[in-house]
């Protein structure tokens, strides 16, 4: 990564980007089918194509051996365009992952075991299903050293809280997001969080605070900047 401000707004307006300039790997997390592409499925556009040939590694926990399965194999197809994918769904019963967290544990290390990504995507710890929650606290554990990045899918009863990591999305991709979203799930299009003014309304929100049209947003666990200028080993 490298960073730089944008030069062209004023001094008190100015942000410091993170610029991805080489990403070999990514590892995605959802509780729930769908969870990946609501939460981050613009940024995964975005990246997929700024990074030719990039290696995806997905797990689902829930879904496995139904019609959510079919359809959470052919959204990551279609959100990760000339990556190298791989996709795990697993069978474990929604809305049971707290009473199952042995077996999300061992399905998050599963994922560690067949992938050291430059970068985790997954469930906010503010997140208020105890689904989500659970996946969560967990994922961090199974990628202590990774820098992971907890998506938004607000609802009635949490995940609102302020962000501080964003991705800016082009008009045209936010739109594509959406109709792929569409597409993808057929199952859910009833979903509150599938209507079109829900997903973008939002992505409205977080574009304002990041100055930019529309964007994604993300909770950071854990960043360390490494400037090579300042030499020296770890003392550990």
Do not use: N
């Not at 990591?165 to 859910?188: F, N, T």
């Not at 509150?192 to 977080?206: D, H, K, Q, T």
């Amino acid at each position: 990564m490298s960073a730089r401000g944008r030069s062209s707004l004023s001094s008190a307006e100015e942000m410091l980007s993170l610029l991805l300039e080489r990403l070999d790997s990514v590892a995605l997390v959802g509780a729930h089918c769908d969870d990946i592409v609501v939460g981050c499925g613009g940024t995964l556009l975005e990246l997929c194509r700024a990074h030719p040939g990039v290696e995806v590694s997905s797990l689902t926990l829930t879904g496995g051996g139904s019609l959510r399965e079919e359809e959470e194999r052919d959204a990551l197809a279609a959100f990760c365009p000339g990556a190298r994918l791989r996709v795990a769904v697993l069978d474990l019963p929604q809305g049971q992952l707290p009473a199952r967290w042995e077996r999300v544990k061992r399905g998050l290390e599963d994922l560690r075991a067949r992938a050291d990504p430059s970068l985790v995507f997954g469930p906010s710890a503010g997140d208020g299903h105890p689904d989500r929650r659970l996946v969560s606290e967990l994922v961090p554990v199974a990628f202590p050293d990774h820098l992971v990045l907890g998506y938004e899918i607000p609802q009635r009863d949490g995940d609102l809280e302020q962000p501080r990591v964003y991705s800016p999305l082009a008009e045209p991709v936010l739109r594509e997001k959406i109709d792929k979203m569409r597409e993808c799930y057929g199952s859910q299009r009833d979903r509150v969080s599938f209507e079109s003014e829900y997903i973008s309304g939002l992505a409205r929100l977080r574009g304002m605070q990041c100055l930019a049209r529309y964007a994604e947003a993300f909770h950071a666990t854990r960043l360390v900047l490494g400037m090579s200028s300042l030499g020296g080993s770890s003392p550990y």
